[in-house]
Antibody
Framework: QLQLQESGPGLVKPSETLSLTCAVSGASITSSTFYWGWVRQPPGKGLEWIANIYYGGRSYYNPSLKSRVTISTDASKNHFSLRLSSVTAADTAIYYCARMTLGYGKSWLDPWGQGTLVTVSS | QSVLTQPPSVSAAPGQKVTISCSGS????????VSWYQQLPGTAPKLLIYDNNKRPSGIPDRFSGSKSGTSATLGITGLQTGDEADYYCGTWDTSLSAGVFGGGTKLTVL
């Protein structure tokens, strides 16, 4: 059964870089069928898609975050990562990782990790 | 501000039916498939509907989806108190080359 688990610091200082990892079990991130992505949710607010990546390099980014976001994969550890630079309090959110099906007009996220809360504060 | 527009809240009595709308444009819903997610309080979102109207294994047929033009609709019949959750629509925006979500709809089962 495919499972995803986020990990990373729960507290990041303003202007620093947020780094999260999503460990994938039950499937290989090198699969040619799927993308791997990140979504966030500020406390009490809605979902915001951040980015997704296909093993082998192709990636897509939310235009509003693109200048600050890097998404990458590590096949040796079967995980993928998110880096968000120059964070502010507005980046405080629960960050979810998920497997994404994307192509020919189709897109959906399933399954999702349980999420990890990242707070930006000095 | 979300790209897709959903009503902030809907409510209905147990056993009744409710629909949740999701409005977009030609660059997103108009030319791409829609998915729906259920987020129970304190939990991660869960895929409810994909490809406009398909249900993943394990999702009861009380949940249905449809799409027409640049709008999509989630329907829930036989409402149960356990259906109280936030519901989100999502799709791909071809112009942005990015995923987009609706702002979410809170369902209350009175």
């Amino acid at each position: 059964q495919l499972q995803l688990q986020e990990s990373g610091p729960g507290l990041v200082k303003p202007s620093e870089t947020l780094s999260l990892t999503c460990a994938v079990s039950g499937a290989s991130i090198t699969s040619s069928t799927f993308y791997w992505g990140w979504v966030r949710q500020p406390p009490g607010k809605g979902l915001e898609w951040i980015a997704n990546i296909y093993y082998g390099g192709r990636s897509y980014y939310n235009p509003s975050l693109k200048s600050r976001v890097t998404i990458s994969t590590d096949a040796s550890k079967n995980h993928f990562s998110l880096r968000l630079s120059s964070v502010t309090a507005a980046d405080t959110a629960i960050y979810y990782c998920a497997r994404m099906t994307l192509g020919y007009g189709k897109s959906w996220l399933d399954p999702w990790g349980q999420g990890t809360l990242v707070t930006v504060s000095s | 501000q979300s790209v897709l527009t959903q009503p902030p809240s809907v409510s209905a009595a147990p056993g009744q039916k409710v629909t949740i709308s999701c409005s977009g444009s030609s660059s997103d819903i108009g030319n791409n498939y829609v998915s729906w997610y259920q987020q129970l309080p304190g939990t991660a979102p869960k895929l409810l509907i994909y490809d406009n109207n398909k249900r993943p294994s394990g999702i009861p047929d009380r949940f249905s989806g449809s799409k027409s033009g640049t709008s999509a609709t989630l329907g829930i019949t036989g409402l149960q108190t356990g259906d109280e959750a936030d519901y989100y629509c999502g799709t791909w925006d071809t112009s942005l080359s990015a995923g987009v979500f609706g702002g979410g709809t809170k369902l209350t089962v009175l």
